[in-house]
């Protein structure tokens, strides 16, 4: 059952920018670190950014300056703006509250 909702992936050109929002249940996101991980092709699931329910956040260095995660406490979702977006962006990003993950959405930069 998943009960993490990824949206605002697509297809961005390089240099480009996009916002990625996961709402969650209350019962995942309160008091929970909220995280944005990526998959790309052939390589491992990595770690993009996170942040503790008290707004401290851990980023990728690849993504560091390029990507901010905020999360509103209030509406339960978590968001990643994307960038000066490039190629190596290119995965399924995914979000993860506690143990729970939801299905990823796309992100795709062209050169």
């Known amino acids: 059952q998943v009960q993490l909702v990824e949206s605002g992936g697509g297809l961005v050109q390089t240099g480009g920018s996009l916002r990625l929002s996961c709402a969650a249940p209350?019962?995942?996101?309160?008091?929970?670190?909220m995280g944005w991980y990526r998959q790309a092709p052939g390589k491992q699931r990595e770690l993009v950014a996170d942040?503790?329910?008290?707004?401290?956040?851990n980023y990728a260095d690849s993504v560091k300056g390029r990507f901010t995660i905020s999360r509103d406490n209030v509406k339960n979702t978590v968001y990643l703006q994307m960038n000066n977006l490039n190629p190596e962006d290119t995965a399924i990003y995914y979000c993860?509250?506690?143990?729970?993950w939801g299905e990823g959405t796309q992100v795709t930069v062209s050169p």
């Open positions: 993860k509250g506690g143990i729970a």
């Open positions: 209350r019962t995942i996101f309160r008091f929970k670190t």
């Open positions: 942040s503790t329910y008290g707004g401290s956040t």
